[in-house]
């Protein structure tokens, strides 16, 4: 299928993409800081959600963005692109991953789709 969109435009809505205060970490917030739990701290990986004295780091992974098993979909323009850029993405959560658990932290990853307003 070909975008619907020029270069220009998708350009624009691509930059519109936030990588801070999410939907998903929003819904969430809530409940981990009544845990005692920070914020979006700028720590290693930045994590979504960080508790220092427990050593646990959550983050919130897009489904797009982080290659969802259920719900990832390659898009059908630019294939070589996401795929290189998906797949990074996927290299470096696991780099990360790997890092926190070697230095005694527990690691937590949370699928967006899993995000819904019962599941608290």
Same mark, same amino acid.
């Not at 936030?18 to 969430?28: A, H, Q, R, S, V």
């Not at 290659?67 to 990360?96: H, Q, S, V, Y």
């Given at each position: ?22 939907? %998903? #970490?929003?819904?969430? *917030?809530?409940?981990?800081? =009544?845990? @005692? ?37 390659? %898009? #059908?323009?630019?294939? *070589?692109?996401?795929?290189? =850029?998906? @797949? ?33």
């Amino acid at each position: 299928m070909v975008d619907v969109h020029t270069k220009e435009q998708r350009s624009y809505n691509m930059s519109r993409i936030m990588g801070k205060n999410t939907k %998903p #970490e929003l819904k969430l *917030k809530a409940f981990f800081e =009544k845990k @005692n739990f920070i914020y979006q701290s700028n720590e290693y990986g930045k994590p979504d959600f960080i508790h220092y004295r427990r050593k646990i780091v959550v983050f919130i992974d897009g489904c797009f963005w982080h290659k969802c098993p259920k719900c990832f979909r390659l %898009p #059908e323009t630019n294939k *070589k692109f996401w795929e290189n =850029k998906i @797949n990074e993405n996927c290299r470096r959560d696991m780099e990360i991953t790997f890092n926190y658990k070697g230095s005694g932290w527990k690691v937590v990853r949370i699928w967006e789709h899993t995000i819904k307003p019962g599941n608290l």
